[in-house]
């Protein structure tokens, strides 16, 4: 059963590097190619997709956050990453890892980790 | 970007009645080359990830109770619950994922036990 896990900092300082890792177990995350995502929810809202990535390293962002995102993916250890720099407190949400259920492009979401909350405070 | 506006809210139902929620893209998702619209609903209950309830705006994931349906096309779409279980208490999403790199969702609608 394929299972992803976010881990990183619970707390980013404004204007800092917000970093995150998902770790894929069960699975090659170069078996197929899916492009790994990226989504976040700010406490109490709706969910933002920030951006997925494929095994070979091609991306897609959302244009809204793309100045401050990058995704890497390093297959040796099964995981993909995620930086957003500049933080503000309105970075401020629970970020998910999620694969989606499409191959070749990103799509609907069909696993998922369980979230990570980043707060953005000094 | 396509906005995902659902309806309503909120919305309290009745255990046994029916649910439905509404879903309204400002273009269309519909890819007439294959024939799909790309368009999926997700259940969200507190403290816990979203999960795949139906992709292609009506194929349920294995699993999933058949008391929930997916429906519609183009612009508009419809999650139901058949007959509401006190399990099913949750927010529901819609998530179009026709428009590459702008995928978005809706605003999520609170459903509760009346």
């Known amino acids: 059963q394929l299972q992803l896990q976010e881990s990183g900092p619970g707390l980013v300082k404004p204007s800092e590097t917000l970093s995150l890792t998902c770790t894929v177990s069960?699975?090659?995350?170069?078996?197929?190619?899916?492009?790994w995502g990226w989504i976040r929810q700010p406490p109490g809202k709706g969910l933002e997709w920030i951006g997925g990535?494929?095994?070979?390293?091609?991306?897609y962002y959302n244009p809204s956050l793309r100045s401050r995102v990058t995704i890497s993916v390093d297959t040796s250890k099964n995981h993909f990453s995620l930086k957003l720099n500049s933080v503000t407190a309105a970075d401020t949400a629970v970020y998910y890892c999620?694969?989606?259920?499409?191959?070749?492009?990103?799509?609907?979401?069909?696993?998922w980790g369980q979230g990570a909350l980043v707060t953005v405070s000094s | 970007d396509i906005v995902m506006t659902q309806s309503p809210d909120s919305l309290a139902v009745s255990l046994g009645e029916r649910a439905t929620i509404n879903c309204k893209s400002s273009?269309?998702?519909?890819?007439?080359?294959?024939?799909?619209?790309?368009l999926a609903w997700y259940q969200q209950k507190p403290g816990q990830p979203p999960k795949l309830l139906i992709s292609?705006?009506?194929t349920r994931e294995s699993g999933v109770p058949d008391r929930f349906s997916g429906s519609g096309s183009g612009t508009d779409f419809t999650l139901t619950i058949s007959s509401l279980q006190a399990e099913d208490v949750a927010v529901y999403y819609c998530?179009?994922?026709?428009?590459?790199?702008?995928?978005?969702f809706g605003q999520g609608t609170k459903l509760e036990i009346k």
């Open positions: 999620a694969r989606p259920g499409i191959a070749g492009r990103t799509g609907y979401f069909d696993y």
């Open positions: 069960g699975g090659s995350i170069s078996s197929s190619n899916y492009y």
């Open positions: 990535i494929s095994y070979s390293g091609s991306t």
């Open positions: 273009q269309s998702v519909f890819y007439s080359p294959n024939n799909k619209n790309y």
């Open positions: 292609w705006a009506s």
């Open positions: 998530h179009q994922y026709y428009s590459i790199p702008s995928l978005t």
